[in-house]
């Protein structure tokens, strides 16, 4: 099993920065994806970015520029660096990863708890 830890939501003005971490934990073998998804108050859940163990990203068209995926995979951590915050990035984020674990000989996904981000106007 494969549990996930995300840290750094909060509450922040318009135009301000946050840091969301995940850092990944238990039977690791191998992590494939690490992504970040968010879901705002009676919307779906959208992803907002990943990273592949090659380094590839890839983010949705409304936080390019102003959002910065990272990973750091000796720690098994993936980072989102947030600027210039909106209102409507207002949301829970969930961290993502696609891996395996030692127990499994196949990849799934697994998802943190959630981290709150509040953009006020």
């Known amino acids: 099993q494969v549990q996930l830890v995300e840290s750094g939501g909060g509450l922040v003005q318009a135009g301000g920065s946050l840091r969301l971490s995940c850092a990944a934990s238990?039977?690791?073998?191998?992590?494939?994806?690490m992504g970040w998804y968010r879901q705002a108050p009676g919307k779906g859940r959208e992803l907002v970015a990943y990273?592949?163990?090659?380094?590839?990203?890839n983010y949705a068209d409304s936080v390019k520029v102003r959002f910065t995926i990272s990973r750091d995979n000796a720690k098994n951590t993936v980072y989102l660096q947030m600027n210039s915050l909106k209102p409507e990035d207002t949301a829970v984020y969930y961290c993502?990863?696609?891996?395996?674990?030692?127990?499994?000989?196949?990849?799934?996904?697994?998802w943190g708890q959630g981290t709150q981000v509040t953009v006020s106007s």
């Open positions: 238990g039977s690791i073998f191998s992590i494939n994806v």
């Open positions: 993502n990863v696609y891996g395996r674990d030692r127990s499994s000989t196949r990849s799934r996904d697994y």
């Open positions: 990273i592949t163990s090659g380094g590839n990203t």
